[in-house]
């Protein structure tokens, strides 16, 4: 069965430009939630969506924003990226939405801004 | 404002040993907490959770133990095996933030023959 799948898996942006990034979760899952991971810092929350509605929000600018689709897939918009914003974008899905939901995370999107 | 604290960036264990990872945390109202294991161009997979109405898990080889009263959590892997060579993240949550995971920065376990 396929896992959560993320494209691109590379990407190379430059100051002031826009980015999206895909999901897919596993089929059934309806959950799916977007985290950032810096280099040698942990994964921090920015979205989660549930039935293509936005359940929570993390500590990010306007400038991160998502939508998810009525097959469940999502999708994460970065506008006006700044060189902070390089960094591995995780997205993972679950069956539900409730926090004892296992999330099943994809391998990630890696942005490097120049 | 770190609220979830791997103080220990790398750890170097003999295999067949028992591998030890702590976590700390600040907010006292997390109340369920989570491991996650990375191996490197993978994401994060989940390992172990405990809730806070118990103090210690078990899976397998996997144990987390849960102090309140501290705010510590540990990870105990026994025997420790090569395959258990991975970048470890506690993770913790509370009620209101539904799947928002609070992640510590990870500490690397390398499983030496």
């Known amino acids: 069965d396929a896992g959560v799948t993320q494209s691109p898996t590379h990407l190379i942006k430059t100051r002031g430009q826009q980015v999206t990034l895909r999901c897919s979760p596993i089929?059934?899952?309806?959950?799916v939630s977007w985290y950032q991971q810096v280099l040698g810092q942990g994964p921090q929350f920015i979205f989660q969506?549930?039935?293509?509605?936005?359940?929570g929000r993390g500590n990010f600018p306007d400038r991160f924003s998502a939508r998810q689709f009525p097959n469940y897939s999502s999708e994460l918009n970065v506008n006006a990226l700044l060189l902070g914003d390089s960094a591995l974008y995780l997205c993972?899905?679950?069956f539900g939405m409730g926090r004892r939901e296992k999330l099943f995370f994809g391998s990630g999107t890696q942005l490097s801004v120049l | 404002d770190q609220q979830v604290k791997q103080n220990s960036p790398s750890l170097s264990v003999q295999e067949g040993r028992i591998s030890i990872l702590n976590c700390d945390y600040t907010n006292s109202m997390f109340d369920y907490f989570l491991w996650y294991k990375k191996y490197p161009a993978e994401g994060p997979t989940f390992l172990i959770s405990?809730?806070?109405?118990?103090d210690k898990n078990e899976d397998g080889r996997f144990t987390v133990f849960l102090n309140k009263s501290a705010k510590h959590l540990s990870l105990h892997i026994v025997p420790s095996q090569p395959g258990d060579s991975a970048v470890y993240f506690c993770?913790?949550?509370?009620?209101?933030?539904?799947?928002?995971?609070?992640f510590g920065q990870g500490t690397r376990l390398t499983i030496n023959p």
């Open positions: 993770a913790a949550s509370t009620v209101q933030g539904a799947q928002k995971l609070v």
């Open positions: 969506y549930y039935e293509k509605e936005e359940r």
């Open positions: 089929s059934g899952h309806k959950s």
């Open positions: 993972a899905s679950s």
């Open positions: 405990i809730s806070s109405i118990k």
